[in-house]
Structure formats: C-alpha cells, structure tokens
C-alpha cells in the first residue's frame, strides 16, 4: 500500500449495513465536492449477494420509511431486488388474553397515516451488499483487513494493518457490539443480559400472511411473524433462556406445534422450511458516542430489544446523522475529526436514542414479560390506543422513524451536499 493510498479523510471499521450506508452517504456526496472525501472501509470478508433463486436468508429486518430514504440517498435501493423484498401494510399487536383479531387488538393500518406501507422486510444481507455495492460504485475503498491496533493523535488516527499504517481524519467504529473500535479508543459500554433469547427461522403458513406483521405479547416473551415476500414468513420468537433452549432441542413437528399454539393459530398451521437459529438479547448503552477523531454508530453504540424492529433503523439513523454533520464540517472546510463536528453528532444522536431505548425497554418490561398490576394495565392499555386515531397515527408516525430531530437523507428528497 502506498503512502498516498494510506491518508483518508475518513475511515469505517466494519462493512454491515450501518457502515456500509455511512461510507455511500459520505462518498456520494463528499465526492463532489471541489476536493473531494476520501473514504475508506475496513472489511475483512465482504458478503456475497444472494442468487435470484437462493432461498430467503433467516436474519431479515423490518427497515421503516427513514431508513427507506436513507438508503435511497445512499443509492441502494434501487440496487435491492424487488422480488425479495416484501413491503408490510399493517401490524396487529395482541396480548395473550385476547384473540387477534378481537376489537380490542391493536391495529395499524398504513392507510391510518396516508401512507402505502408501513415499511419493508428485506434481507439483512441483500441490504448490506446493496450499500457495499454503492459505495464502491461512488468511489469508495473496501480494504479486506482487520486492524491490529490504533494510535489516536492530535492531528490523525493510526490503523496498524500488518505492516501497512493508515492515517485518517476520523476513524468511525460501525463493528458491532464487541466492537473493538470502541474498545480501542476507550469508550465504555454497559451490557447487561435480558435474559432471554430470540428464535429466528422462516415458516410457511397455512393462511396467507396478509401483508401484516403480527405480534402477540405472551406474557413470557414476544412472539412476531415478519411477511416475507415469497409468501412465507420469518418468526422471530423471543422467550427466557431456559425455554429457547427446550424449543431449540424439539424436532421440527415438536417446534411446528408448539409454534402454532404460542401463535394462537393467527396464521393457522406452520411448517419449518429453514433452520432456527437462537440468539441471545442483551442491552448495550454507552454513555459517549465519541472520543477523539472518533466516532460510534450502529450496534457498536446502542443495541435494544428486537420487538420494536428499530435496531438496524436506528443504526441507519446514526449514519445519516454523521454523514451530515462530516459534510457540513467540509463545506465549511473544517477537519471532519474535529471535537466540534464529533460533539455535535454525539449530542444529536444521544436526544434521540434515549427516548426511544427507554420506551423499548418499558414495552418489553410490562407488555412481554412482567405480572402484576402495571404489566395488566399496560396490556389493556392497548384496547385504549387502538380506540383513539390520533394515538394510533403517533405509533404510526415512530414506527416509520418519522419523529424527532431527522438527518436529512431521511427526510426525503434533499440532498446531504
């Protein structure tokens, strides 16, 4: 690697769907400036697109409108294959007291908002090399390797990659939870377990899913069917510890069955036709999202409980957010790693992320997992929401990511430069 090829403005650690989007947003719209962004992106085994007729992967993720925009910005959506993604009208939420489709059942409707969906189900992995894909296409690095160290200075960082040293500006960590970015440049993060893990697979159903996501709130957890576009849906079943690992050790008809009684038969029977996978749901919180010429966003920052569907949306919206301020910086000719630009990001991000991680954890506490008097109001405290259109349109408008202080790529139809 030449000295030259070593100095970038800017460089990602970690090529998933939220690093991936950071580096398109910056490239394509620092590329045109009149000295133009120089990004690079550290990803050691870049992902294969799935085949057109590759079955759907298991990890999928709801991405709301926000995230739609931004991904439009970053010029990847239109780089998603359409058959396989499957946009989602609405979303029946239920406590396990009550059949779905009681009239006490929460129901979105998409039309409730003048919207034509309430967001998409696509393929994490189809989505992570869409972006890769625009980035590379807008003139961005992708470096198959992993640091070993890093030396944080006055003026640059220093990646130690074997015996190549790359200088940058700003280094962003956009890898993962164990993220050894965060590590590196001393940011603190607490973790705590919640005890329980998410079962993951894809079903098909006897009874079309109606392009609806449904949530039942068992008491013991959360149980949600995800529409999938080839008419199938992924579950994403989320219980104590102690139970995943029974429900992970029954054979197929055992799981079918038991999956059609903690669904209530929504969708009438269900038939595996993936593998199941059990991940472990933990919290993590830091309490800085930058250090010097450095910056956290995605899991490496903030990672909450899956039953909202907004981990990846507010990893989106952490891209977006210092994309926009980078560029803002290089219009006004500053140093995209100056404390300013890095300050003005982490105050951003931090009034929006706290709202929203306390409400998750408030839902997954009273609505999927406590007893007691709260925990029953909580649940027929959504029989009073779905009564009310102006609330409804409020749940609505959240689920979108179409609340609080917006970057503007996801506000649609404005450019970051």
Same mark, same amino acid.
């Given at each position: 690697?030449?000295?030259?090829? +070593? ?17 398109? #947003? ?34 999928? +993720? ?39 489709? @009681? ?44 640091? @070993?160290?890093?030396? !944080? ?12 040293? #790359? %200088? ?10 164990? @993220? ?18 998410? !079962? ?8 079309? %899913? ?23 849906? +992924? ?37 595996? !036709? @993936? ?21 956290? !966003?995605?899991?490496?920052? %903030? ?23 980078? #560029? ?22 931090? +009034? ?23 925990? %029953?109001?909580?649940?027929h405290g959504l029989a009073w929401v779905n009564r009310s259109e102006s609330l409804k349109r409020l749940f609505i408008a959240q689920a979108l990511g179409l609340t609080g202080e917006l970057p503007r790529a996801a506000r649609g139809g404005e450019a970051l430069s």
């Open positions: 690697m030449s000295l030259e090829a +070593s100095r970038w403005d800017v460089l990602i650690v970690g090529g998933g769907p939220v690093g991936a989007c950071a580096g398109a #947003l910056l490239q394509r719209a620092g590329g045109t400036a009149r000295r133009p962004l120089r990004i690079a992106l550290l990803e050691p085994v870049r992902a294969a697109p799935p085949a057109p007729h590759d079955a759907l992967d298991v990890r999928v +993720s709801a991405w709301s409108r926000a995230s739609e925009r931004i991904l439009r910005a970053a010029g990847a959506w239109e780089r998603i294959a359409t058959q396989r993604i499957q946009p989602y009208e609405r979303m029946c939420v239920w406590p396990a007291h009550l059949p779905a489709r @009681s009239p006490d059942a929460l129901l979105f409707d998409a039309a409730h908002a003048g919207e034509p969906n309430l967001g998409t189900i696509a393929e994490n992995r189809l989505v992570q090399c869409a972006l890769l894909e625009a980035f590379v296409a807008a003139g961005g690095t992708v470096i198959p390797a992993q640091f @070993s160290h890093l030396r !944080i200075g006055e003026h640059d960082v220093q990646a130690q990659l074997g015996a190549d040293v #790359l %200088h940058c500006s700003l280094l962003v960590g956009a890898d993962g939870a164990r @993220s050894r970015v965060r590590e590196a440049v001393g940011l603190a993060a607490q973790v705590e377990s919640y005890g329980q893990s998410a !079962i993951v697979a894809n079903v098909a159903t006897e009874r079309p %899913h109606e392009r609806t996501a449904w949530q039942r709130f068992l008491g013991a957890g959360t149980l949600a069917f995800l529409p999938l576009a080839d008419g199938a849906s +992924s579950i994403v079943w989320s219980v104590e510890e102690a139970q995943a690992r029974e429900r992970m050790a029954l054979t197929p008809q055992q799981f079918e069955a038991a999956l059609l009684e903690a669904s209530d038969g929504v969708l009438g029977a269900v038939r595996l !036709i @993936s593998e199941r996978l059990a991940l472990p749901l933990r919290s993590l919180r830091t309490e800085r999202l930058a250090a010097a010429r450095s910056a956290l !966003i995605g899991d490496a920052a %903030h990672v909450v409980h899956p039953l909202a569907g907004q981990g990846v949306n507010l990893g989106l919206l952490d891209a977006a957010a210092l994309a926009e301020c980078v #560029l803002d910086a290089q219009r006004r000719g500053e140093d995209p790693g100056a404390a300013t630009v890095l300050r003005r990001y982490e105050r951003w991000r931090k +009034s929006e992320l706290a709202p929203m991680t306390l409400a998750i954890d408030t839902f997954n506490r009273f609505l999927a997992h406590e007893g007691g008097p709260l925990a %029953h109001l909580a649940r």
